[in-house]
């Protein structure tokens, strides 16, 4: 989003997720149609003016920006009480500023494709993104599909869902399930390290 839609107020709420790490801003607007961007270090983040500047914020350990929310993640030695008010700041003050959210390079992140190489991962993308991700997302997480090879899925969890204490569960009893249920090829779905 290069320019906001003529001075609309912008509205931001706070829910939490199952990570008790991660908080889930969501915004009354979209940063894009679809998909979702992970900054996992501050490095990461370079050139990218939101999570860029929330990075700077001490505490912060992580920011993934979805169509209309953004997850911040904190380290587990920092309290809330600390950073949620300077976050929601921060948010709120570069969407006001009118400055580009994310670099050119985070937007094509955003809307990458992922590549199947095979029916099998074929099937495996398409219910991933039209039953998973949007799940997820209501969370403030996502999933990305990395590879299928000799019956295992290789999956990597981001956003909330990353660090989440839920997050063998919701891979092992959520997905794994699902994709063996639709695809018996599937043996087992791990993350990816």
């Known amino acids: 989003m ?7 107020k912008v509205e931001i709420s706070a829910m939490p997720t199952p990570n008790p790490n991660t908080i889930k801003f969501l915004v009354n607007m979209n940063f894009f149609e679809k998909g979702t961007v992970d900054f996992e270090t501050a490095e990461s983040a370079k050139g990218s003016e939101l999570p860029e500047t929330l990075f700077e914020i ?7 920006i979805g169509f209309n929310f ?3 993640t904190k380290a587990e030695a920092t309290s809330w009480e600390s950073v949620l008010e300077s976050t929601r700041d921060t948010i709120l003050d570069v969407i006001d500023s009118g400055k580009s959210v994310l670099s050119d390079e985070a937007f094509d ?23 998973i991700r949007p799940a997820i997302a209501m969370d403030g ?4 599909f990395i590879s ?17 204490p839920a997050a063998t569960m919701t ?14 090829e599937v043996k087992e779905v791990v993350q990816e390290l």
């Not at 000799?150 to 990597?156: F, H």
């Open 141 to 144: 997480g996502d999933v990305q």
């Open 58 to 64: 001490e505490g912060v350990t992580g920011v993934m």
């Open 70 to 72: 953004v997850s911040v």
């Open 2 to 8: 290069t320019k906001q839609d003529e001075k609309q």
């Open 148 to 164: 299928f090879i000799d019956g295992i899925v290789t999956l990597k969890l981001q956003g909330a869902c990353s660090t989440c």
């Open 109 to 131: 992140r955003a809307n990458q494709v992922a590549e199947a190489h095979g029916e099998i991962a074929q099937k495996i993308i398409k219910i991933l993104d039209e039953e």
């Open 171 to 184: 891979l092992k009893m959520g997905i794994e399930n699902r994709m063996k249920e639709e695809i018996p």
